[in-house]
């Protein structure tokens, strides 16, 4: 006898033995049984599944079958089939996960037709693999209506509701992924067919609108500085010639739209010191190369500027890459990034790229005013210790190897700001916990050798030591719960930043139980 049920989100089809008592009375026992006491039992099996078989919480996965054989004692109790069946479902999830590699983007999961389960590391790595997926076969995999959001709902996997939470949640990211599925080789379907141009045109305007460091009142379409002019005529050349984007792409031109802006700034972030209508602007103007970029007056001979860096060191103009890897450091002075929730902390000029981005200036000073009282040496170790910090806070600026010799660019705007910072830290803060003896050494366990009351305070807040991790577009500080400070946080100042156009990244806070650092304990 077979019986088909929907058990929560489960398609469940019952094969009975031949000799089960009759059909009626047995149908409607497990139809009953089916609904509320089972579907109780079975939650939490998913997550305790995922847990065993060594997936991320996070993790998205997509089973097509499950064959559990459940065998119960003649008079069973329903609390006994609950229990087995539950059991019985825990334990074919584990072994059926357990043979499934976890994909982490597009282009290795989901590929094999006949797989039994698929596993993604995130909800994104799924909804990449889905458009890959799209762009390769033209039609979703069979794992694609499986997959669930959050509340347990079926996931809208439509393309254009996949890019706007992309764009939504992540703009860096987004341009990323974007980006790498605009780089696989083209076939008949290519990115241009996945949207409409009714579709397209509102996610190119958001994106320009999310990574623009412009403010949005400025919309109206300003003239790039001298300093990008090379970088921005280098990016439309190479995207011209690009065969999915280029000139000679068979997708409409609105359709690329989105990808085209997503490639540009992927390759070169520093073209988001341009406003949304600029941006916008060089992606429509691909369609004429002979056209010359928008321009308010004819610009001198750009002089020759360093090459972005990446909080690493490492030169990346044209990283196409989805994913990068996420990369972790133990700062001291992560008290910098709470600047993010305080005006001190100056924005970006809007008139050329940042090689020395004012925050990054700021930054620098306030290390060095709280770094004078140590040796050459241990200064420059110190300053060495937080350089992806800098790196992170100033994304444009090349600093050079040796931070014990940098310089602010412009001396006096970040003496202002760093006056002006001064004049907002609470007189109440206090030191975080083993700070200052990491810094300053054992014999400042309590006080640092500074000379007065602001630079204490300054101390107070910047030395924050903690681990900082960070990959293309989100920078995730945790501190140990013993660094919650009371001034600061009835001020505001350890409230999560969140998209910062100027850093390019997600900015988050975090306060867990990590160690304060190798060899150190909390006093």
Not at 65 to 74: F, N
Not at 165 to 174: D, K, L, S
């Amino acid at each position: 006898m077979a019986i088909a049920l929907r058990i929560a989100h489960l398609h469940t089809q019952l094969q009975l033995p031949a000799d089960t008592p009759p059909e009626g009375a047995t149908e409607d026992w497990l139809r009953e049984l089916s609904q509320r006491p089972l579907a109780a039992a079975l939650a939490g099996v998913a997550e305790r599944a995922l847990a065993r078989a060594g997936l991320p919480p996070e993790a998205v996965v997509a089973v097509r079958r499950l064959d559990l054989r459940l065998k119960l004692a003649e008079g069973a109790s329903d609390g006994a089939l609950l229990q087995a069946w539950s059991q019985a479902l825990e334990q074919a999830l584990v072994l059926a996960l357990g043979r499934t590699p976890l994909a982490q983007g597009a282009g290795n999961g989901g590929d094999d037709a006949t797989a039994p389960a698929v596993a993604f590391a995130d909800a994104w790595a799924a909804e990449t693999a889905h458009l890959g997926q799209l762009l390769r076969w033209g039609e979703p995999a069979w794992w694609a209506q499986r997959l669930l959001d959050g509340r347990g709902e079926p996931l809208d996997l439509a393309p254009a509701a996949i890019l706007r939470r992309w764009i939504e949640r992540h703009p860096a990211r987004a341009a990323a992924s974007m980006a790498a599925l605009a780089e696989r080789p083209a076939t008949r379907w290519g990115v241009g067919a996945l949207l409409t141009d009714e579709e397209a045109r509102p996610l190119a305007q958001a994106l320009a609108l999310r990574l623009s460091q412009r403010p949005a009142e400025g919309l109206a379409p300003p003239e790039p500085g001298t300093a990008l002019r090379a970088l921005l005529e280098a990016q439309r050349e190479r995207l011209g010639r690009h065969p999915q984007l280029g000139c000679g792409a068979s997708a409409p031109a609105a359709r690329l739209e989105p990808w085209r802006l997503a490639a540009l700034l992927h390759a070169q972030p520093s073209l988001a010191q341009l406003s949304a209508a600029t941006l916008r602007a060089l992606a429509e103007g691909l369609e004429n190369p002979a056209a010359p970029a928008p321009a308010e007056a004819p610009a001198p001979t750009p002089r020759r500027e360093p090459a972005p860096s990446s909080p690493a060191g490492a030169r990346v103009l044209e990283s196409h890459s989805e994913e990068s890897a996420r990369q972790t450091a133990w700062i001291h002075a992560g008290g910098l990034l709470l600047l993010l929730n305080h005006p001190a902390l100056p924005a970006p000029s809007s008139d050329e790229p940042p090689q020395g981005s004012p925050a990054g200036d700021l930054a620098l000073l306030a290390l060095q005013r709280l770094l004078a009282p140590l040796g050459a040496g241990e200064r420059a170790a110190a300053l060495q210790r937080e350089r992806p910090l800098l790196a992170l806070l100033a994304p444009d600026r090349a600093w050079p190897e040796r931070l014990d010799l940098a310089e602010p660019l412009e001396p006096a705007a970040a003496e202002r700001h760093l006056a002006l910072l001064l004049g907002a830290i609470p007189d109440a803060i206090g030191f975080a916990p083993g700070a200052l003896r990491q810094v300053y050494g054992p014999a400042h366990g309590a006080t640092p050798p500074l000379p007065d009351q602001a630079s204490h305070r300054l101390a107070a807040l910047l030395w924050r030591p903690g681990l900082l991790a960070w990959d293309a577009w989100e920078i995730r500080l945790s501190w140990p719960l013993a660094s919650v400070d009371g001034a600061l946080r009835r001020e505001g100042w350890d409230l999560d930043p969140g998209w910062q156009p100027a850093l390019r990244r997600v900015v988050r806070f975090h306060y867990g139980a990590e160690p304060l650092g190798p060899g150190e304990e909390t006093p």
